[in-house]
């Protein structure tokens, strides 16, 4: 059965997360991705391994299904080997510093002139037309610009980073989004567009409703810590053998949810009670349900208590670590977390796509090699031979 973007050809120049997370999600859903490094390898391939030499976890997780070239654009042959690429493609990302691809020549309007049809996105920190057009960034960076390090952490604490690629992948499936509508709107004009997503802003978009207090009172939205200013019970909570992460998070967001969690805790009067009957209301009595609650999972391991409140419609989920992640029997069984075998790594799970399509069942396969695809690619698409592609690679070009 064919893929969803089956037939569609993206050139890949993106590294890191911000832009392979876009593509790897293009590539699952069924398009041709072609990942073009630089003869070296991209900066995340081989400079975040914890191997001397070998592909990094970082890559591989964020270039599953892609098929992969090496090609240096800065040569002359090679920028115009990407050129002729160009006329046979239909979407080009990239990710690369401010105003890099206009430097190479590569610009949309350049890639226009190549291709009417092609969809040109990118991905940047702070995105054009603004004081900050200039500046780089990284998750972190448009962490802190887009107020998500202010927002989270402890009352007493500094502003922290939050682990979850906010920007970088936030960036990534936003500009993923991007690309999709474009091709659809393609398909009724004929001609393709330029894409821009910068991170600041997705991060903006990913926690805008959090941006509420500053509506309410004209106050920065304060660090709440594992707590909510809006909603009692909602914490986290500690449980047996007391490792590093023998926590649950609780969050009861109903009078229904309240009442069987004070069943549960041998504390059914509290459920009818009326003070307590608003979650708003109860956040002034806090620290007391916290006491209580914690009280009966300290008996209990993380499992035990999550199977038995959410067995009930309480939400609850136990704190896994990553370990515990990749082992995870529910993700295992729904086929999220799968085994893949790499030449040199060997076996390891990889988390698939999140998103599923009855019609379109992503088969994740691993990341290419350093110019894995080469012949087939330059071989094909270029009609090139074996004695020019090595020649190619004599000198530098591949």
């Given at each position: 059965m064919p893929k969803a973007l089956e037939g569609i050809r993206v050139l890949d120049l993106t590294q890191y997360e911000a832009g392979p997370s876009s593509t790897q999600m293009l590539a699952w859903l069924g398009a041709e991705v072609i990942k073009i490094e630089p003869p070296g390898g991209e900066a995340g391939r081989l400079a975040l391994s914890d191997k001397k030499g070998e592909d990094a976890w970082f890559f591989l997780l964020l270039n599953s299904n892609k098929k992969g070239v090496t090609?240096?654009?800065?040569?002359?042959?090679?920028?115009?080997?990407?050129?002729?690429?160009?006329?046979?493609?239909?979407?080009?990302v990239e990710n690369l510093g401010p105003g890099a691809m206009d430097r190479l020549g590569l610009g949309y309007e350049a890639l226009k002139k190549l291709n009417p049809r092609i969809i040109a996105a990118s991905v940047k920190g702070f995105g054009s037309g603004g004081p900050y057009s200039d500046y780089k960034s990284f998750e972190w960076i448009a962490q802190a610009m887009a107020g998500a390090m202010s927002m989270t952490g402890s009352p007493d604490g500094p502003p922290t980073k939050a682990i979850g690629g906010l920007a970088d992948t936030g960036a990534g499936l936003h500009t993923a989004i991007g690309i999709l509508a474009a091709i659809i709107q393609r398909n009724a004009t004929g001609v393709g567009q330029q894409i821009e997503v910068a991170q600041q802003d997705a991060v903006v978009n990913l926690l805008r409703i959090h941006l509420r207090e500053s509506y309410a009172s004209g106050k920065p939205s304060p660090r709440q810590g594992n707590r909510s200013a809006a909603a009692a019970p909602s914490n986290l909570y500690r449980c047996r053998p007391f490792g590093s992460n023998d926590y649950v998070f609780v969050h009861v967001a109903t009078v229904e949810m309240w009442k069987s969690l004070c069943a549960i805790l041998g504390r059914p009067e509290l459920g009818d009670d009326p003070r307590y009957a608003d979650r708003r209301d109860r956040v002034q009595f806090i620290d007391e349900i916290d006491d209580m609650i914690e009280a009966w999972t300290?008996?209990?391991?993380?499992?035990?208590?999550?199977?038995?409140?959410?067995?009930?419609?309480?939400?609850?989920?136990?704190?896994?670590?990553?370990n515990e992640v990749l082992a995870d029997p529910h993700l295992r069984q729904r086929g999220f977390i799968t085994e893949l075998e790499h030449p040199r790594r060997g076996k390891y799970p990889m988390p698939g796509n999140p998103v599923r399509l009855s019609d379109s069942p992503t088969d994740v396969r691993r990341a290419p090699l350093l110019g894995e695809h080469n012949d087939e690619i330059y071989?094909?698409?270029?009609?090139?031979s074996k004695e020019e592609l090595e020649a190619l690679r004599r000198d530098g070009v591949i």
């Open positions: 090609l240096n654009l800065k040569a002359p042959r090679g920028r115009a080997m990407f050129e002729a690429m160009v006329k046979t493609a239909d979407v080009v300290e008996k209990r391991t993380k499992h035990e208590v999550m199977e038995t409140l959410a067995s009930r419609g309480i939400p609850c989920g136990a704190i896994l670590d990553s071989g094909k698409a270029l009609g090139m």
